[in-house]
């Protein structure tokens, strides 16, 4: 029985062009398929060294480093402006694998950036965010969400000192509510306090200072029963 050989597939002539010309060292514009545009640097037809490229479709650019075709090191991603046409920074920082690695910055809004560390594309480590109501955290980061020890402050100057976890206030931690001159010190489960104390802090300086004063807790050893349902609940907890 004859052998019968199927005929071998034709790629596009664009893939046997970009063969032939095996880009290496410094080059001019090189234009995509697709319309996206890269100048720059290039080592083994591969993106390497210093270079920009823009996406014609999203009309955004990074601008920075390569490393065999992927963006590592240090760049900066911007978006264009719709109405101005000018390139507005969205991110500047460190990359790694195509993803925000290592320190950088994001602005999310003209009022609203994170400075910090991240990890894959992700806030992890430390770092700062300031929200766009005029909050800010200060503190530890997993997966872009508050978590170990950090510091909340509101707007009104009220602030969480504290351990976290999944973004929520959950553990140990004090929250002092400067405008009554008041501070709770206790454990916390998931941003509700749970077990804990609160005493008069500075209500005399306090612009809105509560009208009664907290009255002295009547017990033998308040620490001693304190500590003792501290543990209770952490016990329960785990």
Known sequence: M??????KKA??????WDHKAQKSGLRHSVYSV????????????????????TWKRTHSEYEGEWECGRRSGFGTFSVQDPTTG???KVYSGSW??????????????????????????????????????????EGEWLEDKHNGQGMLRLA?????????????KHGPGKFYYLDKGQLY???????????????????????????????????????GV??????????DQE
Do not use: Q
């Open 96 to 137: 790694k694998n195509d993803k925000k690695h290592g320190y950088g910055t994001k602005f999310y809004s003209d009022k609203e950036y994170y400075e910090g560390d991240w990890k894959d594309g992700k806030r992890s480590g430390w770092g700062r965010m300031y929200f766009a109501n005029g909050d800010i955290y």
């Open 2 to 7: 004859p052998l019968v050989k199927s005929p």
């Open 156 to 168: 009104n100057e009220n602030r969480y000192e504290g351990s976290w976890k999944g973004g929520k």
């Open 185 to 223: 010190e206790g454990i916390w489960l998931e941003d509700i306090p749970k077990c804990g104390t609160m005493i008069d802090f500075t209500s005399t300086e306090a612009p809105f200072p509560t009208k009664y004063p907290i009255p002295e807790v009547k017990l033998e050893d308040a620490n």
């Open 34 to 53: 697709n319309g996206d545009e890269y100048s720059g640097e290039w080592f083994n037809n591969l993106k390497h060294g210093k270079g920009t490229y």
């Open 226 to 235: 304190l500590a003792e349902a501290r543990k209770s609940f952490l016990e």
């Open 11 to 16: 790629e596009p002539p664009w893939k046997e």
């Open 86 to 88: 000018v390139y507005v």
